[in-house]
């Protein structure tokens, strides 16, 4: 019973590591998208950036989005400007390039293939009768 009892928890405690594992996943995934899905619109510094995505519920941390905006702008999608901040020290804020708005327009419409995929697959089938 009592090696019941370990098995369980122990497959509880293992699913319950499988499915951060697979949230964590799937939030790195999209990440990219919505960081330059922010940049649409108007150019952020990184505070504002990790505040639209925290208001969102897409819990990001700084040591996560450095590297992520650095690969970006290597990649060509981003640039970034220096700017002068009245409360501390000067801010960078990024900004989407051309190829930048041009590969957020092609995941935009990848992202929404596989929305609507993925919502065909997973809502539940009615039965006819």
């Known amino acids: 019973m009592h090696n019941t009892f370990l098995y ?3 497959t509880k405690n293992n699913i319950s590591m499988k499915i951060e594992n697979t949230k964590a996943q799937m939030r790195k995934g999209v990440l990219e998208f919505c ?9 952020a510094y990184v ?6 995505l925290k208001e969102a519920k897409l819990l990001v941390v700084e040591g996560t989005i450095y590297p992520l905006l650095t690969r970006l702008k290597n ?3 981003l640039n970034y400007r220096w700017e002068e901040s009245t409360t501390g020290p000067p801010r960078k ?6 190829s930048g708005q041009l590969f957020l327009v092609e995941l935009t419409t990848t992202w929404n293939e596989l929305h609507n995929a993925v919502t065909l697959v997973t809502l539940p089938k009615t039965t006819k009768k």
């Open 8 to 10: 369980i928890r122990f």
């Open 75 to 77: 990649a060509g999608l």
């Open 47 to 52: 505070a504002e950036i990790l505040k639209t």
């Open 35 to 43: 960081i330059l899905s922010v940049l649409k619109n108007q150019d």
């Open 93 to 98: 804020y990024y900004a989407l390039t051309e």
